[in-house]
């Protein structure tokens, strides 16, 4: 997959080489048909691991288990350890922590917790009425003392039932290795580790403010851009990235839309899109007219906002509008549809409640 850190004597050209030198590089340069392949490039240890994600070639020959690389058990074990070294070893050695959960203590529903047990994600359903009120409040912070115990570092699971029995009263756990939804529309060539990027805000139920982690990136200029992550927590909200990607996807040309940046993907299974921040206010009365315009070139591919709260239209630089939020979008709109949504925007633009303000929190007017 790659050559040692050591410097060694490429055949070739006659002279010593040095640093990490992807294997996938090279075969795809020498193979080329017209033989104007990417010549191979050096790079250090963090980068080339960073690489890595993006060669496809490098993927292969270690799936493959070829020029001395290690045999892989699991498929999702490439997709797991995309990070560099010493990231890898500090996310593997944290003990298992919940980073998403969905739950009611009034024990009339289902509750539902995201774990992240090394570089794995677990999830674990515990029946309606299985824990007391006090027991699901504690489990945020004390979860492993309070359902039984698990095998968090076996990566042949990813999801849990949690139950209670009613003829011994204690509480029963299925673990299963669960297919879990994907969104479809991949379209752009980046995808992106969840566990390489760390949140800075917390915008809404599925969007975060983020940068990248200290390590994943070798440009100090791209290590501290800031950007827009939207996630599925769980299976079921799979259907609104989906929405939305597939929008992404058509306007991204029209320039009307944060910058599409790439996919996120939790083991290889795509659950997000990374966007660019985009920098400015909330659209007010005064904005009328330009957000017309801009809700306009939406309509004219047949596409029908669903949300046009004053906070999905982000004013910026030279009055430049941009457009966010597509979970309730539709295409193939009909007009009728759209003159309605368009002959709303005057009186959504006035409203000051606040409602739809929780995605992209902008300064201030």
Known sequence: ????????????TGKAEHGVNCKGCHIRAVTSPTGDGDTPGEFSIMGFLSHFASCN??????????????????????????????????????????????FSTSGRDDCYFRILAGADVKYITIKAGALD????????????NIIPSLPYDKNDWNSAY??????????ETTISQATLPRVQTVWHPKKI?????????????????????????????RAKQTMIAKMARFPWEIQYIEAETR????????????????????????????????????????????????????????????????YNFIVGEVDKVTLIDFDNAKVDADAEAMG?????????LREETGRGGGFIQIESE
């Open 340 to 348: 309605k949504e368009m002959a709303s925007l005057e009186e959504q």
């Open 193 to 221: 580790n969840f566990l390489d990027l760390e949140k800075t805000k917390r915008l809404s139920m599925l969007a975060e403010e983020c940068a990248w982690k200290q390590g994943t990136t070798g440009d100090e200029t």
């Open 1 to 12: 997959m790659s050559s040692t850190p050591f410097p060694w004597y490429n055949t070739s």
């Open 247 to 310: 929008i992404y996807r058509l306007l991204q040309p029209l320039e009307i839309t944060p910058t599409f940046l790439g996919h996120i993907h939790e083991a290889g299974r795509v659950i997000g899109v990374l966007l660019k921040k985009v920098e400015g206010r909330p659209a007010n009365s005064g904005d009328l007219e330009i957000c017309k315009t801009a809700l306009q070139r939406l309509h004219n591919l047949r596409i029908l906002h669903g949300d046009c709260n004053r």
């Open 57 to 102: 070639e490098a993927q292969t020959i270690w799936a493959n288990s070829r020029e001395g690389t290690v045999p892989v058990r699991d498929p999702t074990f490439i997709c797991n350890r995309r990070l560099p070294f010493s990231q890898y070893l500090a996310v593997t050695m944290a003990p298992p922590r919940i980073i998403s959960m969905d």
């Open 162 to 171: 949690i139950s209670r029995s009613t003829a011994t009263g204690e509480l």
């Open 133 to 144: 009120e006090d027991s699901l409040m504690d489990m945020p912070l004390n979860f492993q």
